[in-house]
C-alpha cells in the first residue's frame, strides 16, 4: 500500500456518508514508521450543513481507522442560497496512524 492510501480511503468514506464536501485535502505520511505504525498529518477542509459537518467529525472519531483530531477551526464564508443559514465550513487538522508496510 501506498503511504496515506488508507486514509484517503476513509476519509472519503466518511465524508460521502456524512453528506459533507471536502477539498484542499493534504495528506503528508512520515518517511518513518514506529512500532509499525505510519502517521499520516491530514489538512483538509470540510464545508457542509450543521448536521452533517457534526457527523462527519463525530464519524471520524468512531473510525476503525485511528484518527485523532488535533484542530477545527472555523474558515469564514458565507454561502448563498436557500440554506446559507445552515452551512459551515471548517478547517480541520487530524492524525491518522496506519500500518507501515513489511
Do not use: H
Not at 491530514?42 to 483530531?69: A, W
Not at 458565507?78 to 480541520?92: F, N, S, T
Amino acid at each position: 500500500k501506498a503511504p496515506a492510501k488508507a486514509a484517503k480511503t476513509s476519509v472519503s468514506r466518511v465524508a460521502a456518508a456524512s453528506g459533507v464536501e471536502v477539498s484542499g485535502a493534504q495528506f503528508d505520511p512520515d518517511k518513518d514508521a514506529r512500532l509499525g505504525l505510519r502517521r499520516v498529518v491530514v489538512s483538509l477542509n470540510v464545508s457542509g450543513g450543521y448536521r452533517g459537518v457534526v457527523t462527519f467529525l463525530n464519524q471520524i472519531e468512531r473510525s476503525p481507522m485511528f484518527f485523532l483530531i488535533n484542530q477545527v477551526s472555523v474558515s469564514g464564508g458565507r454561502a448563498a442560497g436557500p440554506q446559507a443559514g445552515d452551512q459551515v465550513k471548517l478547517e480541520v487538522r487530524i492524525e491518522a496512524y496506519e500500518r507501515a508496510a513489511a
